[in-house]
T-cell receptor
């Protein structure tokens, strides 16, 4: 899972399988966001979940948030080769700054 | 919209040289952020601006780094003198006003190599 101090995690799956990655954080948040980064590119916002929400969906993405455990998970269903990327969680502590995790590298094998 | 535009995409320079990275945020965005990405430390926030005013520069590594935003459509990050440990990808990001949930729009980054 991601948090500030952990090494990036790597996940290799077959096309069509689901990919799940986790993120943990330390203190109360306003919201938690997930971003994707393709190799050599900037980060792209995927989905945001507020602190009073428990689950959110966007297309093939499903995000959950457990504020009691200070953790979130991102599920990508029916993965495609184009989903190969690094995925970052970012926490908004309400101070106009986003704190990013170190990322999860996902490789989807066609 | 063209998105956040950064230049140059790649910069190779020698130790001791001055480096200037440039960023054009998305029109109408009132916050601008400079991040640095390395394998060791991940994404680090260096500095951010609100309405062209620097708000928090606590992430700037040392006095060799400086950033300016002379107007709403342009920002620079300067390193003088550069050192090999400054080698990284530098990202600029902007976000919209009036957004309680602040989402960032990133540029494609500048890959800096200091030899």
């Amino acid at each position: 899972s991601q948090q500030g101090e952990e090494d990036p995690q790597a996940l290799s799956i077959q096309e069509g399988e689901n990919a799940t990655m986790n993120c943990s954080y330390k203190t109360s948040i306003n919201n938690l966001q997930w971003y994707r980064q393709n190799s050599g590119r900037g980060l792209v916002h995927l989905i945001l979940i507020r602190s009073n929400e428990r689950e959110k969906h966007s297309g093939r993405l499903r995000v959950t948030l457990d504020t009691s455990k200070k953790s979130s998970s991102l599920l990508i269903t029916a993965s495609r080769a184009a989903d190969t990327a690094s995925y970052f969680c970012a926490t908004d502590y309400g101070n106009n700054r986003l704190a990013f995790g170190k990322g999860n590298q996902v490789v989807v094998i066609p | 919209d063209a998105g956040v535009i950064q230049s140059p995409r790649h910069e190779v320079t020698e130790m001791g040289q001055e480096v200037t990275l440039r960023c054009k945020p998305i029109s109408g965005h009132d916050y601008l952020f400079w991040y640095r990405q390395t394998m060791m430390r991940g994404l680090e926030l260096l500095i951010y601006f609100n309405n062209n005013v620097p708000i928090d520069d606590s992430g700037m590594p040392e006095d060799r780094f400086s950033a300016k935003m002379p107007n709403a459509s342009f920002s620079t990050l300067k390193i003088q003198p550069s050192e090999p440990r400054d080698s990284a990808v530098y990202f600029c990001a902007s976000s919209k006003p009036g957004q309680g949930d602040r989402k960032l729009f990133f540029g494609s980054g500048t890959q800096l190599s200091v030899l």
